[in-house]
């Protein structure tokens, strides 16, 4: 069970690239920025990057480089281009808004599987 926010995630083979997508409705014009997730077999869930209301971002040391985020505030929905995929990567990865308290939220999206293949 959880919200429809996550699309995108497929099987690809290492060095290829994905384009996940993260559609919240509300959250760009509420102000809030969006935190991106991914949970492996076995483990939590880690973080892997933020974007702001404003557009700034940050990475997990682990991805810096090879991912980026980016928005389109009028189709509340940000995007996370994924290149240079490593087997590590794979994993289930969530997206959640961030900010200010009116961002707040205790659901999850049903996240989207990202597969790895050698």
């Known amino acids: 069970q959880g919200q429809l926010w996550e699309s995108g995630g497929d099987s690809v083979q290492a060095g290829g690239s994905l384009r996940l997508s993260c559609t919240v409705p509300g959250f760009s014009s509420k102000g809030c920025g969006m935190n991106w997730y991914r949970q492996r077999a076995g483990n939590q869930r880690e973080w892997v990057s933020n974007?702001?209301?404003?557009?700034?971002?940050i990475y997990a040391d682990s991805v810096k480089g090879r991912f980026s985020i980016s928005q389109d505030k009028a189709k509340d929905t940000v995007y996370l281009q994924m290149n240079s995929l490593k087997p590590d990567d794979a994993a289930m990865y969530y997206c959640k808004p961030v900010g200010r308290f009116w961002c707040a939220t205790d659901d999850w999206g049903q996240g989207t599987q990202v597969t790895v293949s050698s």
């Open positions: 974007v702001d209301t404003y557009g700034n971002t």
